[in-house]
């Protein structure tokens, strides 16, 4: 399984990034996926999933904001973040589970059994 997250970079406060992650070796369609991110000296944190049925969860920082989806004919997924601000500054890693369905986000990202490298997501105040 390769997954490779793309889409990263500095913008704004305010401002918009699409963050999208291709998936080789496994399928968006049939596994649980999802975002998160790591802040410098915190823990990575979960930020959004989608399961197989395409059912949303998101934490509640990000709530109105972001945006998970998948593109099931490109085997690819995606983030739409919107009104960004200062604390969304991290790197975000795409992940995958294998597994239909997705385990609570306060669970943590311990039972993701793929990831990608990260993709740097910096924004100025």
């Known amino acids: 399984v390769q997954l490779l997250e793309s889409g990263g970079g500095s913008v704004q406060a305010g401002g918009s990034l699409r963050l999208s992650c291709a998936a080789s070796g496994t399928t968006v369609s049939t596994y649980c996926m999802g975002w998160f991110r790591q802040a410098p000296g915190k823990e990575r944190e979960g930020v959004a999933t989608i399961d197989r049925f395409g059912s949303t969860s998101y934490a509640d920082s990000v709530k109105g904001r972001f945006t998970i989806s998948k593109d099931n004919a490109k085997n690819t997924l995606f983030l739409q973040m919107n009104s960004l601000k200062f604390e969304d500054t991290g790197m975000y890693y795409c992940?995958?589970?294998?597994?239909?369905?997705?385990?609570?986000?306060?669970?943590?990202?311990?039972?993701?059994?793929?990831w990608g490298q990260g993709t740097q997501v910096t924004v100025s105040s």
């Open positions: 992940a995958t589970i294998l597994f239909f369905g997705c385990p609570p986000l306060s669970v943590g990202p311990g039972r993701f059994n793929y």
